[in-house]
Structures are given as C-alpha cells and as structure tokens.
C-alpha cells in the first residue's frame, strides 16, 4: 500500500513564528504536491515539484517555500506565519506518467492553526 | 480560470436511491485524465474513479460509474443504492497530463447527505 504520512495532525503556531510541515511518501513517486484545503474553497495547490529539487508554484504559493532535498520528502515551509494561514494542509504524491490512471495518494493532513 | 467547476455545493439522497454528482471541465489539452474521490468527515482522500479523456467507454467501479460526456466536458459520478457510509464530500479533479508535473485541478467539492 502506498503511505503519505505528515509529520503533525495538528498544530498550533503563533503568527510570525516559521512553520514547518513535513510530508513523506514511500512508493518511490516523482511528482510530491502540497495543497491547502479550506471551507467552500476546496483544494488549492500551493506548490508541486516533480523531482528532486525541482518545484513550481500552484494557484497560491504566497507566503510560502517548499524543500525537496529527497525524492521521498517533500517540505512546505511557511516563513512568517499569518492567522490566514490557518487552515487543512494536504499533502499528496504520485507517479509521472505521461497519461493513464495514476491518481494522487493523499496524506492525513495537517491542521494548522495559527494565534 | 476555474478549471473544475462542482455547482452543486450539497446533496441529500434517500438510502438505496441513485445520486448524480455533477462535474464539469474546462481544457485545451485533448490528453487529461478526469478524477473522482471522497473525503469523509475523518479527513482522508479516497480515490473512486478514473476515465481517460481518450476512453470510449464510462468508467465504473463497483456502485461507481463516471458519466462522461465529451463535447460537454461534463463528468459526473453516479452513485447507485446509496448507502449510509456514502455520506462525504466528493470532489471532481483533472489532471494536466500536457506538463511536466502533471498538475491537478480540483474543484470546490459536494457535500453529499444519505438519509436513511
């Protein structure tokens, strides 16, 4: 079975501190994704990166870096901290095909609350 | 631009009924791969259903079955005999298959009540 695990459940940071949350997948997959997921709002992707070191931005990487010194690990970094960053963090992989039914494994999610 | 559009923000179905979850999309790309998964209140993702945009024939999975119609970039998931476990949020995602990092799109997800 595929894994994506995410380092917290839950987290409570206080604004401008420096936030880390940590995503690892064991099934050896190219592409890594963060999203964050908020009422009405849906999944909205904050980065994605589709090999080591490689990244691009999604819909809404303001505020936001990423880190991808692994090929199994992939890293959202929040750098200061803002109470509209509370919200659900996703994060996903998958394999990088050039087409076909190759869906996106999902972590838990992290909920990250910031005061 | 919206890429995924789910109009229906939620539904109720009686138990044992049929339910259409509507879906619709919007790409250049004639290669894209359409998706469906769950989300109960625990929080995890679960993947339903897949159709290729070059399948010619509707995706099924068990009660799951992907309408798919083409020239209307619609893709709705039908559930049949709805159960109480069926009870979730369901979101629609396409998938970019045209760059690098075959990017998702995910749409804003219906929010789907069984009544027994």
Not at chain 1, 42 to 48: Q, T
Not at chain 2, 55 to 64: F, K, L
């Amino acid at each position: 079975d595929v894994k994506v695990t995410q380092s917290s459940r839950y987290l409570v940071k206080r604004t401008g501190e420096k936030v880390f949350l940590e995503c690892v997948q064991d099934m050896d997959h190219e592409n890594m994704f963060w999203y964050r997921q908020d009422p009405g709002l849906g999944l909205r992707l904050i980065y994605f990166s589709y090999d080591v070191k490689m990244k691009e931005k999604g819909d809404i990487p303001e505020g936001y870096s990423v880190s991808r010194e692994k090929k199994e690990r992939f890293s959202l970094i929040l750098e200061s901290a803002s109470t509209n960053q509370t919200s659900m963090y996703l994060c996903a992989s998958s394999l990088r095909p050039l087409a076909g039914k190759y869906e996106q494994y999902f972590g838990p999610g992290t909920r990250l609350t910031v005061t | 631009a919206q890429k995924i559009t789910q109009t229906q923000p939620g539904m109720f179905v009686q138990e044992k009924e049929a339910v259409t979850l509507d879906c619709t999309y919007d790409t250049s790309d004639p290669s894209y791969g359409l998706f469906w998964y769950k989300q109960p209140s625990s929080g995890e993702m679960i993947f339903l259903i897949y159709q290729g945009s070059y399948d010619q024939q509707n995706a099924t999975e068990g009660r799951y079955s992907l309408n798919f119609q083409k020239a209307r970039k619609s893709a709705n998931l039908v559930i049949s005999a709805s159960q109480l476990g069926d009870s979730a949020m369901y979101f629609c995602a396409m998938r970019d298959e045209s760059n690098t990092g075959n990017q998702f799109y995910f749409g804003t997800g219906t929010s789907l009540t069984v009544i027994p």
